[in-house]
DNA sequence: CCTGCTACCTGATGGC
DNA sequence: TGCCATCAGGTAGCAG
C-alpha cells in the first residue's frame, strides 16, 4: 500500500481502531517482519503498551504508544489485516493483540517492516523526510528551489524521500503527466510555469487519490482488501499502449533508475 | 554532498 | 505442463 494517499487512508482508519486500546499480546510469527531487530524485543516493547496516536510520515506509519513506538513500512506488497478475535488465519507476519481484536501486519513478500524506536524522529528515514506534499511546508517555491538545484531526471527528484514525502512510482508518473513534463527532463531544466503546473498537479493527484482511498475506506477485516477505483482517477500507469486521454498518442513505458516510467511521449516535453 | 546501482524477497504472468 | 525471464506501488547501503 506504498505510496502517500493508500497510507493516509490506513492511519485514518486505524486510528480510531485501536487508539486508547492496550496491546495485550504480540506475536512475531516471521522474524523477518523485525529485521535488524530481535523478535524477543520488538514482543518485549510492545507488551503491555497503550496506542496513544496512530500517525504517517512519508510512506511510514508509526503507532505511538505510551513508552515508544511501533514504526511500520509496507514496502511494496505490506497491508495490514483485522480479526475480531485473538484467532488469526492465513500469512500474518506480527499479531498484536488487543482485548477487542487482533491487527495483523501481513507482507508474503518480506520487504516490509514493523520496528520499535523510542520515537519517530528517531527513525533515520522518517528524520530523513522532505516536507509532505499535502502540507503548508510544500511551497510552490519550495518545489521551484528544489528543481534549479538538481541535474537528475525530474521523475527521480520526485521520488526522493528526501526532498518530498510520500511520492513514489506511481504518483510520480502521475503528476509529470498532468504538468505535461516528460519524466526525463533534468530537473534544473523545468522552467518556472511548469513548476507551477507541477506543484498542482502532485497536490491534486494525491487530494483525489486520496478521496478515493477512503471511499470506501479499507477495511482490514475483508483479508482480500485493496483499495478500489485509483484507475479511475490515472491517466499513465500501467497503460503502457493505451491511448493517452489527452491526445490520444499510445503512452510509453522506459526504465529510470530500474523502475518503470510511464508518459505520453506527445503531451509530455 | 550528490548520484546511480544492487540487494533484499515472493508471487504472478507470459513466451517457448 | 514445465521452465525461464520479467515484472511488481520501496528503501538502505555502498561506491564513485
Same mark, same amino acid.
Given at each position: ?23 495485550? @499480546? ?8 523485525? $529485521?535488524?531487530? !530481535? ?46 478475535? %485473538? ?22 513478500? %518480506? ?24 502540507? $503548508? *511546508? ?13 541535474? $537528475? ?6 521520488? *526522493? ?13 502521475? !503528476? ?14 523545468? @522552467? ?6 507541477? %506543484? ?6 494525491? !487530494? ?6 477512503? *471511499? ?5 477485516? *475483508? ?37 518503470? !516510467? ?8
Amino acid at each position: 500500500m506504498p505510496e502517500l494517499p493508500e497510507v493516509e487512508a490506513v492511519a485514518r482508519t486505524l486510528r480510531p481502531l485501536v487508539c486508547g486500546h492496550r496491546i495485550r @499480546r504480540c506475536r512475531v510469527l516471521h522474524t523477518i517482519a523485525v $529485521r535488524p531487530q !530481535s523478535a524477543a524485543t520488538v514482543r518485549r516493547r510492545f507488551e503491555g503498551r497503550r496506542v496513544e496516536n496512530v500517525e504517517r510520515f512519508g510512506k511510514y506509519l508509526t503507532l505511538r504508544l505510551d513508552d515508544g513506538c511501533a514504526v511500520l513500512h509496507f514496502k511494496l506488497d505490506g497491508q495490514l489485516v483485522w480479526f475480531d478475535e %485473538h484467532r488469526v488465519n492465513g500469512h500474518i507476519d506480527i499479531a498484536l493483540h488487543f482485548r477487542h481484536g487482533t491487527l495483523g501486519f501481513v507482507d508474503r513478500r %518480506h520487504f516490509g517492516r514493523v520496528l520499535w524506536f523510542r520515537a519517530a524522529e528517531e527513525v533515520p528515514g522518517i528524520r530523513g523526510l522532505g516536507p509532505d506534499p499535502l502540507s $503548508r *511546508d510544500f511551497t510552490l517555491d519550495y518545489l521551484r528551489s528544489l528543481l534549479t538545484k538538481s541535474r $537528475r531526471p525530474v521523475k527521480l527528484l520526485l521520488m *526522493d524521500q528526501t526532498r518530498i514525502a510520500g511520492l513514489g512510482n506511481i504518483y510520480a508518473s502521475e !503528476s509529470l503527466w498532468r504538468a505535461r513534463i516528460g519524466p526525463r527532463r533534468l530537473s534544473h531544466r523545468v @522552467r518556472p510555469e511548469e513548476a507551477r503546473r507541477l %506543484h498542482k498537479a502532485i497536490v491534486d493527484v494525491l !487530494s483525489r487519490a486520496l478521496e478515493c482511498c477512503l *471511499d470506501p475506506a479499507p477495511d482490514f477485516r *475483508d483479508p482480500g482488501w485493496w483499495f478500489q477505483g485509483l484507475e479511475r482517477i490515472l491517466g499513465v500507469y500501467d497503460l503502457e499502449g493505451k491511448p493517452c486521454r489527452r491526445c490520444g498518442t499510445r503512452i510509453r513505458r522506459i526504465q529510470q533508475a530500474g523502475r518503470s !516510467s510511464y508518459y505520453c511521449p506527445t503531451c509530455q516535453r
